[in-house]
Structures are given as structure tokens and as C-alpha cells.
């Protein structure tokens, strides 16, 4: 009955039409497609070596526009590689059930309460510590969190004046 109305181009669908036809309906949730769900890329296997490639273009053209460099075949940006094995590892952890967050990268920056990754596209708004209940937080955005921070950071011996516990957050 719902996919006659929601095809009778006439109609404009809200909730009244279908409180009209069942009153005790409490809410209704409309998808993109008709009587099954497809999406050719559900469930498809992510290649590594793709979103290596796509790594590898994103940090040269963040190099081009922050150094201003006007000439593409620099040797800079030919010596700039993206770490094959931290891709996997971060692939194997993050869209995994096996290991999940079980493995020894996220183990190194957090204590996870669960070993799968939640694949939730959330936004990280604040410093996951800022949160009044940590509860509210699942475990991979406080190691996305934690991970670039340590991955970005530079070492206190480096710059003294300004850094916190050991390291100091690079900031434009």
C-alpha cells in the first residue's frame, strides 16, 4: 500500500498520508529506492592501493598550495610517498570486524570499549576529552583523534616554548 502512494506521482507524500491510512503509525522513514535496497557500492571491497593513490595526490596538492609551488614536476613532491603498510593497518582497523579495533595500531593510542569499528559518518566537533560524557563518544573518532595528534606533532626538544606533554600540535 505504501508503494502505491509513494509512485502516484499526484500525491504529495507526508505524514498525514499515511496517518490517513493508519492512524497509529507514530513515523515514517522514506528511502532512495522503490521495494529493495541497492547501492553497487555496499559492502564492495575497498583497494588499497587506490586509496593510496588518492593519499599520495591529496598530500602533493596540499604541498603545491602550501608552499606556493608553481611547478609540478618538483623533486619535493616526487619524494613524497604515502607509508603502503600504515594504509593497510589503518583499512584492517577501521573497516574490519577482523582485527577491528583489536589491533595493535589503535591499542598504541586508546583502550577500545568494542572491537568493531563503528562505521557511523559522524563529525568530530571538539577535542574528545572536551565531552562531558565520553559515553557518547564511540572509540573511533577519540583514536582518529589521538592518532593524528601524535602523527602531526612535533617533538618537545624541538620547539620548547610552546608544548604540552612531551609534544606540540603543528598549526599553520
Known sequence: VIGEILHKEE??????????????????????????????FYHTNVNSSTVVAAASLIVRTLDILTNETEDVHDSTLAAINVNVSLVEDLMGCLLDYDPGLSCELVKKYISPMSTCPSHYVGVIMDEPSSTSYTGYINDVPIFIWNFLADRTSIPMENNSSKCQQ??????P
Open 11 to 40: 500525491d504529495i507524500v507526508n505524514r498525514a498520508t499515511f496517518e490517513n491510512m493508519n492512524p497509529t503509525i507514530s513515523g515514517v522513514v522514506l528511502e532512495d529506492f522503490d521495494f529493495v535496497f541497492v547501492n553497487k
Open 166 to 171: 612531551g609534544c606540540c600540535i603543528v598549526r
